[in-house]
């Protein structure tokens, strides 16, 4: 029989991980439905008492967001519409009951290439704070994101937030996806997008993202470049060709074929950009 920890603070959840290797456990939907059949043998580090981190923090030029920071305290938060593609891709995350308890922490660190929000988190630049006893640091999400399953995450270390930069004039963000129905579904594709725009709505800076279509959500940089400079509007759509999706890797599997995935990732990234378009483009 393994142990069970629910530390008060973060200090002392960080010793108990310094002292041996710990499953962490947050809202635990993700870590319970996988242990179903296999015993209560591992040790549990329960963080869900660090009341710290359960803070989503305005930080000037950028935000904060905690360990503990639900998908329900995103979509409930009043938030810039800057963040309107993270609420949207929350109310995308199982149901109420689910949203109520899963963190966008465990969404990330759990590292499923079909998690809805690596796309999303990916577009809007963020990047993953990572605390150990002795240490902390702040890397990228593309490079925190290894693999279907895998982070660079070492067995001492929590992640303790995420962070995501301010953009520094007019911008927005989007989210869309695909599953075999509307609701409490894995993503056969999901689409990302955050774009920043100067003063005539042209595009200075963009972000696109595709989940579910790799091992980790991937960003698509050919189409990154080529938006620079663009007016925005509903063209910004037929801007996008297939070669711009060619670093994706989709595998068939019981939801989707490859191909599917493929053709569905296009249709949806045109779709996702000319809606973002459009209401970046809108006369102000
Ligand atoms: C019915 C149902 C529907 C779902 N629908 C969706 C969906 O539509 N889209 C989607 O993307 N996901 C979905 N999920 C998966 C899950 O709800 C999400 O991935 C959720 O955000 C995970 O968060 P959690 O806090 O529950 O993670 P947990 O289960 O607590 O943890 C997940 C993993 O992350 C690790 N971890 C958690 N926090 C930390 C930390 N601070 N530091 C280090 N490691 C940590 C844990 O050790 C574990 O390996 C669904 C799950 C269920 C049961």
Known sequence: MGDYLRPKTLAAALQALAEKPRVVLAGGTDHFPARVGRGADEDILDLTAVKPLRLFEDKGDHWRIGALVTWSDVIETELPPYLDGLKLAGREIGGRQIQNTATLVGNICN???????????????????????????????AAFLH??????????????????????GPAA???????????????????AAA?????????????????????????????????????????????????????LS?????????AYRRDAALTLTRRLLARLGRRLGAKS
């Open 195 to 247: 774009i920043e725009v100067d003063m005539r709505k042209r595009i200075r800076k963009a972000r696109i993202a595709v989940g579910s279509c790799a091992p980790t959500a991937r960003g698509l940089p050919a189409l990154e470049a080529e938006l620079i400079g663009e007016e925005c509007g509903a063209r910004l759509g037929e801007l996008v060709e297939a070669e711009h999706l060619s670093v």
């Open 147 to 168: 693999g279907n399953r895998a982070t660079a995450l070492q067995p001492d270390q929590l992640v303790t937030a995420i962070v995501i930069p301010r953009p520094r």
């Open 250 to 258: 989709p595998i068939d599997d019981v939801r989707a074929s490859a």
């Open 111 to 141: 590292a499923s290439p079909a998690a809805d929000g690596a796309p999303i988190l990916l577009a809007l630049d963020a990047a993953i704070e990572i605390t150990s006893a002795s240490s902390k640091e702040v890397m990228p999400l």
């Open 173 to 191: 963000s989007d989210f869309i996806k695909l599953g075999a129905r509307q609701y409490l579904v894995i993503s056969i594709v999901s689409v």
